[in-house]
């Protein structure tokens, strides 16, 4: 499915599927600057072109990404509304074969909170600063817009990935918590 407009700025629904036990916040200014590791020129140089809207953007192929990297294939349809309803998004095109290969989003309240959601990049092209580069962004978009709080839910393998761009566990001892319901087996 290849999705052609804008996003809009209603609240989500999306209903969270993988288990993800931590909640982060905050990235500090020091961590999160407005210079990013790789520039926009740079990544264009080596074949891969950012995109800030959902325009061209093949849902069948973000899918295909999210399955490769172990989150449950959804319905289509429904990441399509999903997307419509998320506030910010960044996706990372490899220019030769137009795929989506890293991709990253954001809801909330488009004024004080900011929850980051489905954070991936195709395995082959793990490694390599694209996971950064839009996380980079991202949060550099939110802090913009004057939003501070920014939470995310993370699995503890990646972790080390989300500190160093300055996201912190239990901070002040906060604990997330999450009502999630269970997903009947499809037969
Ligand atoms: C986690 C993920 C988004 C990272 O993307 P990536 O493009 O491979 O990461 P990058 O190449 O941009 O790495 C940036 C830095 O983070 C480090 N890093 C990457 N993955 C890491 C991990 N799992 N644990 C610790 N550090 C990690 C890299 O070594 C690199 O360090 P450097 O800046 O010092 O060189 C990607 O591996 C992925 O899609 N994983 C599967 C899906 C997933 O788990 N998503 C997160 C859901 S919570």
């Not at 990297?69 to 030769?96: C, M, Q, Y």
């Not at 912190?168 to 918590?177: E, K, L």
């Amino acid at each position: 499915m290849l999705l052609r407009g804008t996003i809009s700025n209603p609240l989500p629904s999306l209903h969270l599927k993988t288990p993800l036990r931590l909640r982060s916040y905050a990235p500090t200014a020091t961590t999160i600057t407005n210079k990013c590791s790789i520039s926009d020129e740079d990544l264009e140089s080596r074949g891969f072109l950012l995109r800030r809207t959902i325009s061209n953007l093949n849902l069948d192929h973000l899918n295909s990404v999210f399955v490769a990297v172990g989150f449950p294939k959804r319905d289509p349809e429904k990441i399509k509304l999903a997307l419509e309803n998320t506030n910010s998004l960044l996706w990372v095109e490899h220019k030769k074969t137009q795929k989506p290969v890293a991709f990253a989003r954001a809801t909330g309240d488009n004024v004080f909170n900011a929850i980051i959601w489905d954070v991936v990049v195709d395995p082959s092209y793990q490694g390599i600063g694209l996971g950064k580069a839009v996380m980079e962004r991202l949060v550099q978009e939110l802090l913009k817009k004057g939003i501070v709080n920014i939470a995310l839910y993370s699995e503890p393998r990646v972790l080390g990935f989300y500190r160093p761009l300055g996201f912190v566990a239990d901070p002040d001892g906060i604990r997330g918590m999450v009502y999630s319901r269970k997903q009947k087996k499809r037969k």
